[in-house]
């Protein structure tokens, strides 16, 4: 008995006789008469996409999001950079619930931008929820980092 079970980067293994992307695959039995033909069908895993805004709606370029599962302690799921237009892309995602986040930032005229939750927020009680699914697109999970004042610290821990 074995198992035909097909890989590729960014997309949902697919098995011989499985019914969804995550689902198990069926034994097929291979012996010296055997003729099989097996027909796989690949699912990509999902992608959130959105952009970076600035308080006049502008696209903010070179901004990292992270993407996290929409549960706690954070665990990092994904991560995109904008482009020249603000526009970010996160893929090879599992279907889910999402939070997305800025990271903190320092802007060419030195002013700062804190990591932000999409839409706008702080915390994860009312960040937006973006829902993530197989070979789709979870569009529009737009972010606009506050301002505010970066610190970096240094030091030993012991």
């Not at 709606?57 to 904008?82: H, K």
């Not at 986040?101 to 990591?115: C, F, I, K, Q, V």
């Amino acid at each position: 008995l074995y198992l035909i079970v097909a890989t590729r980067q960014f997309y949902f293994p697919a098995s011989y006789g499985q019914r969804r992307p995550d689902g198990q695959g069926m034994p097929v039995e291979i012996n010296d008469k055997s003729d099989v033909f097996a027909e796989l069908r690949m699912r990509r895993m999902g992608v959130v996409t959105g952009r970076v805004l600035d308080e006049n709606d502008i696209g903010m370029p070179n901004a990292t999001v992270v993407a996290y599962r929409a549960r706690l302690p954070l665990e990092i799921a994904g991560r995109g950079t904008s482009d020249d237009r603000g526009v970010y892309r996160i893929f090879d995602l599992k279907p889910g619930k999402y939070w997305v986040r800025s990271t903190p930032m320092t802007l060419e005229d030195g002013a700062g931008r804190l990591p932000t939750f999409g839409p706008e927020t702080m915390e994860t009680a009312t960040a937006g929820l973006h829902e993530v699914h197989v070979d789709e697109e979870a569009a529009y999970a737009d972010i606009r980092p506050a301002p505010g004042k970066l610190f970096h610290i240094a030091g030993r821990l012991n």
